[in-house]
Nanobody
Framework: QAQVVESGGGLVQAGGSLRLSCAASGSMFSINAMNWYRQAPTKERELVAASSDVADTVYADSVKGRFTISRDNAKNLVYLQMNALKPEDTAVYYC???????????????WGQGTQVTVSS
């Protein structure tokens, strides 16, 4: 069974930086999309950044120019570098990976447990 685990959250002052990491482990054949989402209290979960298997990237308008998604396919890792953080970036950040467990399986989405990012003003 594949699993996805995030790390790197914490408390930071406005204007600061954090880097989140997400690692996939377990039985896998291939990973396609690697995405970061976030969910603030009382709000719906939203896509923050996405990376395809050929490293095409997409960002939410609210984080463009401040956040950078990158991936290490050899290590099944995806990162989210967050700079110039704002209090409105405070949320639980989730990693989601599209994984095939075997050559014959369909793609399935695997979510991590989430990591808290808190930005103080």
């Amino acid at each position: 069974q594949a699993q996805v685990v995030e790390s790197g959250g914490g408390l930071v002052q406005a204007g600061g930086s954090l880097r989140l990491s997400c690692a996939a482990s377990g039985s896998m054949f291939s990973i396609n999309a690697m995405n970061w989402y976030r969910q603030a209290p009382t709000k719906e979960r939203e896509l923050v950044a996405a990376s395809s298997d050929v490293a095409d990237t997409v960002y939410a308008d609210s984080v463009k120019g401040r956040f950078t998604i990158s991936r290490d396919n050899a290590k099944n890792l995806v990162y989210l570098q967050m700079n110039a953080l704002k209090p409105e970036d405070t949320a639980v950040y989730y990693c989601k990976m599209q994984i095939k467990r075997t050559r014959w399986d369909a793609w399935s989405g695997y979510w991590g447990q989430g990591t808290q990012v808190t930005v103080s003003s």
